[in-house]
T-cell receptor, first 114, second 112 residues
Framework: AQSVTQLGSHVSVSEGALVLLRCNYS??????LFWYVQYPNQGLQLLLK??????LVKGINGFEAEFKKSETSFHLTKPSAHMSDAAEYFC????????????FGAGTRLFVKA | DAMVIQNPRYQVTQFGKPVTLSCSQT?????MYWYQQKSSQAPKLLFH???????NEADTPDNFQSRRPNTSFCFLDIRSPGLGDAAMYLC???????????FGQGTRLTVV
């Protein structure tokens, strides 16, 4: 069964600093990988997705993620944090086993300090 | 324009009184998901439909049921809500599960 592990339940950065949110996955078949953002009392919004094309994926709001099969990782980065990036971020995995259900990691809350 | 619409946004129900949450989509997606999300936790998949094929997670309580009468609509029925069922319920759709999911705004359920 597929799963994702997010390292660090809370990450704090200063405004303008690099954002790095870590995600490792487990899947017995080639996975589809996603990052989502959630603001308080809202649904989730898709930031970016890896679907077996380019390993470096660019998403919305300046975020990008790199798929590294050898490390089973899909870390999310942004060169310069903005106050509006403060939110909960979820890594998720989907594959064809189990009918393409999407499973989420535990989430990482990003704090951005002025 | 909203593409995945959940009604109502907030629902208060009495302990043990059946409640139904609804979800509609304008995307014509094949897959529809229901997730339960408790405070500061990840969304937990309850079940999903791939077209009419229903997939129930092994640890989803029998108290939770779902219906998908057509492509556009999906319902979550909680037969006898308990205090532990208070949560945000998220509906999501995906074309085929490979391109990511579109989420509704969620329904926050309170059980009194």
């Amino acid at each position: 069964a597929q799963s994702v592990t997010q390292l660090g339940s809370h990450v704090s950065v200063s405004e303008g600093a690099l954002v790095l949110l870590r995600c490792n996955y487990s899947s017995s078949v080639p996975p589809y990988l996603f990052w989502y953002v959630q603001y308080p009392n809202q649904g989730l919004q898709l930031l970016l997705k890896y679907t077996s094309a380019a390993t470096l994926v660019k998403g919305i709001n300046g975020f990008e993620a790199e798929f590294k099969k050898s490390e089973t990782s899909f870390h999310l980065t942004k060169p310069s944090a903005h106050m509006s990036d403060a939110a909960e971020y979820f890594c998720a995995v989907s594959d064809y086993t189990g009918g393409f259900k999407t499973i989420f990691g535990a989430g990482t809350r990003l704090f951005v300090k002025a | 324009d909203a593409m995945v619409i959940q009604n109502p946004r907030y629902q208060v129900t009495q302990f043990g009184k059946p409640v139904t949450l609804s979800c509609s989509q304008t995307l014509n997606h094949n897959v529809m998901y229901w997730y339960q999300q408790k405070s500061s936790q990840a969304p937990k998949l309850l079940f999903h439909y791939y077209d009419k094929d229903f997939n129930n997670e092994a640890d989803t309580p029998d108290n939770f049921q779902s219906r998908r009468p057509n492509t556009s609509f999906c319902f979550l029925d909680i037969r006898s809500p308990g205090l532990g069922d208070a949560a945000m319920y998220l509906c999501a759709t995906s074309r085929d599960g490979t391109m990511g999911a579109f989420f509704g705004q969620g329904t926050r359920l309170t059980v009194v």
